[in-house]
């Protein structure tokens, strides 16, 4: 059953799944949404038999309705293949009293490889099926764990350019290290002198830039977004909510139908958009845990109704999550308004011109299930600490916080339903925070020392991500002010 994709700002704006995913953004801010989100329509029983790519095809196929079959089936053999480190592709493991939800196993070592495995594959078979003859420029802005994601995604891939803009001072180490010794012969990487917020809104505003467009069409090129406000992004993470829960299945931990909780570590509020979106299509779950760091616009705006962006934006330890736009959250806020773009569109430009906003009673009676709280630096070091000494297991900061704010749930509601966690990172991409956590004599040792020290605690092999970067030669080494973005974007495509 075909249904479209509308813009939350405009309910005239409207496109098919493939021009959504082309598109990335809608015109004036908005961000498509689909129509309707339909019923899996399988039985839990007979997904739990299924692989990961079985179950992503049950799930995309309901989602991309104008993709064929073939050419779903091509997205996705394409992208879950050995780059993944394991056949499971995102394997369920059972630590301090929860499932671990590992989904770092891709190239890139985060969670942001689920998505941008596939993305470039629905990317070019989107552009081939509407016709598309111009080159497509992927705009990136990224905390730290989008950008290499990305590039590895786009690296070398026909019709395609990248370009990943990051904080400069805002990303960790490794982070920065794979980002600048990307090797693709279409990618280009510039650290500005701001933060995420200022990368997010300078690739948001190039976005909206209709002179910019034109230019950029003249010359044979148009935008898109390789951010999770692309629906590409989005649909590819409801998989593994869907096979997680299934996993369990499989195991005798749970039987078909009983619910479950869902903890995610939240930075733009995609993660658990996506698992949001699988409970729509008959996942059952009790409640939606959105765990923040020390940035926590999100826990505020769940216990009191209002959207506050005034504040001082805090560096952490664990920086894919220092964000105070969570963009993702007007997909939410559209639904709870009863899928009223004017609605909407009123709250963003609140948003935009005060920095706040307010949700009715009525909006905010409706986010019953989803539970907001945080955790500080020190509580996710104390976390992985934790974590560590009961059984060996090293978890890295994002998903310290989900870990810390589950424990804050569980003693707040002695709620003891199952719960699933996604564990967003490697512990590897986050080494120093992590190592040091675990003990702050390891503050002492260099970056690689590091590395090896956590093999022999975690007795996990470190990862080829991290072996690659140990002597890779710096290739991208562009600054920029966050006012000189759209300057140094058409310095790399020489217009
Ligand atoms: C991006 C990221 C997050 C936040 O995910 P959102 O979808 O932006 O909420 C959390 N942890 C890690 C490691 C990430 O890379």
Sequence with gaps: MEFLYRSTRNADETATASEAILKGLAEEGGLFVPDEIPAL????????????????????????????????????????DKKFDTDLIAPVKYHHGAYILELFHGKTIAFKDMALSILPYLMTTAAKKNGIDKEIVILTATSGDTGKAALAGFADVPGTRIAVFYPKSGVSPIQE????????KNTFVAGIKGNFDDAQTGVKKMFQDKALAKELAEKGFQFSSANSINIGRLVPQIVYYVYSYTRLIAAGTIKAGDEVNIVVPTGNFGNILAAYYASLMGLPVHKFICASNDNKVLYDFFTTGKYDKNRDFILTTSPSMDILISSNLERLIYRIAGNDAEK???????????GSYEITDEMKHSLFKFYGNYANVEEVADTIRKVYDEDGYVIDTHTSVAVAVYDKYKEETGDDTPTIIASTASPYKFTRSVMTAIDAEYDSMEDFELVDKLEELSAVKVPAAIEEIRTAEVVHNTVCEKDEMEKVVKDFLGI
């Design 344 to 354: 909407n569109s009123e709250l963003m430009k609140e948003l935009s011109e005060k």
């Design 177 to 184: 290290k794979q980002m600048v010794t990307e090797k693709g």
């Design 41 to 80: 329509g399988v039985p839990f029983d007979v997904l739990a038999t299924m692989d990961y790519k079985q179950v992503a095809f049950e799930v995309m196929s309901r989602m991309l309705t104008d993709f064929t079959e073939d050419e779903l089936h091509y997205c996705i053999d394409g992208a879950y």
